[in-house]
Nanobody, 127 residues
Framework: EVQLVESGGGLVQAGGSLRLSCAAS????????IGWFRQAPGKEREGVSC????????YYADSVKGRFTISRDNAKNTVYLQMNNLKSEDTAVYYC????????????????????WGKGTLVTVSS
């Protein structure tokens, strides 16, 4: 059974930090790029960041550049999203997703057809 399980969400004050984790199982993790998306109430889903399968290519939405860092540990089948200097507008449910394909640093994440999705973790930033 394919699973992507997000963790690390919670309540944090503006300016604080959180690290989200995405633990994968049930598929060949090394073959997939992994992305993070978020959706705030009443808003469309936004592609936040992604990381390629093995060569370290990363993409960041303009809204998080310089504040968020994505990384992966293929030995642990896990992707991380370090979120610093959080703002109230970062409040959302964050989802990770897997993509069997090639990603680059410029293509918006929503342009990819992700293959698997997690159920999300809630991040709330209080101002």
């Amino acid at each position: 059974e394919v699973q992507l399980v997000e963790s690390g969400g919670g309540l944090v004050q503006a300016g604080g930090s959180l690290r989200l984790s995405c633990a994968a199982s049930g598929f060949t993790f090394d073959d997939y790029a992994i992305g993070w998306f978020r959706q705030a109430p009443g808003k469309e889903r936004e592609g936040v960041s992604c990381i390629s399968r093995s060569d370290g290519i990363t993409y960041y939405a303009d809204s998080v550049k310089g504040r968020f860092t994505i990384s992966r540990d293929n030995a642990k089948n896990t992707v991380y999203l370090q979120m610093n200097n959080l703002k109230s507008e970062d409040t959302a449910v964050y989802y990770c997703a897997a993509y069997l394909g090639i990603v680059d640093a410029r293509t918006p994440l929503n342009d990819y057809g992700m293959d698997y999705w997690g159920k999300g973790t809630l991040v709330t930033v209080s101002s």
